[in-house]
Each structure stands twice: as structure tokens, then as C-alpha cells.
């Protein structure tokens, strides 16, 4: 079973994990990745991929507190178009299209809605690039890691890549806002 299918589904505001696999070539904006986590299987995770500047796709965000050491696959997630229930009513489709069609354009309006958890998005995507104000580096994120796992008794290493290091701060940093 992979993990993080309905975190991934409400940060990319769609109602499940798209089905069209990628091409490994074309760019694309929004992506669901599939990652090997470092102790517990596979998750889901949001990427992105621009041909011009990457060589593989990014991963932007995880929801996994364990690091992940790969990517199986990728899904894009497709722009849609904004559509009302009166453009579908003026479509040429059948009677059974145009109810799945207007049954989704709800959907879409419930997902876009603002919610608690859609603010809660916003502010955490406000937060300085390190998470928390007193931390300026990579250095001083180490030092801050291992004084909190020492105050809280958590045991394990302090991570060393960057982008992991931000991740154990948000894991935190949310943890701290419950």
C-alpha cells in the first residue's frame, strides 16, 4: 500500500491520483511521485519537471518524516479547464456526460473552497525558508534539531541533507502548532 494518497490529494486540491503516467520527457508543472521511503515501503509525494532545468523530477513536497531515496513513478496531474455547470449544460454530450461532468465541476468548487486546512496550506508556505525565525542556516538547523530531540528525548541521527533537514523542521513545526 503507498502512503500519503489523501495528503497529496488535498494539497493538490484533486480528488484522486491521476492515472496518465509520464512520458520521462515533457514538462509539467504539477506532478504525483511515488518514492521509496528509507524504512516503511513507498508514498506519495508532489513533484515538478521542467525539461530545461532538471534532469529528473523534483520532489516538492513529502509527507513522509523519513527520507525517501528514490522515485518508482510519476503521475501528472492535468490543468483543467474552468468550467461552470452552464458551460456544461451548452456542451454536446448526452445526458449521462453531462451529469458526471456537472457532478465533477461540484466537486472541483467543494475542493477550491476555503477550508481551515487550505489556510492552514497557505501559512505554512509563508514560513521562512528555514521554518523557524531563529534559524539562518543549514548549521544552526543541526544545532536546533539536536538540542529539541535532547529537551524531547528523541533519539536518532540529525539529518544532513538540507531539503530533509527542512522536512523534520515543518514535521515540528506542525507538530508544535497541534
Known amino acids: 500500500m503507498i502512503k500519503f494518497e489523501k495528503e497529496v ?29 528509507a524504512v516503511s515501503g513507498t508514498g506519495y509525494a508532489v513533484c515538478t519537471f521542467d525539461e530545461d532545468f532538471d534532469k529528473e523530477p523534483r520532489i516538492i513536497k513529502s509527507f513522509a518524516s523519513e527520507p525517501f531515496y528514490g522515485i518508482e513513478n510519476v503521475f501528472v496531474v492535468p490543468n483543467y479547464m474552468n468550467t461552470s455547470e452552464k458551460d456544461i449544460s451548452e456542451m454536446d454530450l448526452d445526458d449521462e456526460s453531462k451529469k458526471k461532468a456537472e457532478q465533477l465541476v461540484q466537486e472541483a468548487q467543494e475542493l477550491t473552497a476555503t477550508s481551515e486546512e487550505n489556510k492552514e ?29 535532547s529537551k524531547n528525548k528523541v533519539r536518532g541521527k540529525i539529518p544532513t541533507n538540507e531539503e530533509t533537514i527542512k522536512m523534520r523542521l515543518l514535521n515540528i513545526y506542525s507538530q508544535m502548532k497541534k
Open 9 to 37: 490529494c488535498d494539497y493538490l486540491r484533486i480528488p484522486s491520483i491521476p492515472k496518465k503516467e509520464w512520458n520521462k520527457r515533457d514538462s509539467f508543472k504539477k506532478g504525483v511521485a511515488v518514492v521509496k521511503l
Open 121 to 149: 496550506i497557505e501559512e505554512m508556505q509563508q514560513l521562512p525558508e528555514w521554518i523557524f525565525p531563529e534559524i539562518t542556516n543549514a548549521e544552526e538547523a543541526r544545532a536546533w534539531l539536536q538540542s529539541w530531540n
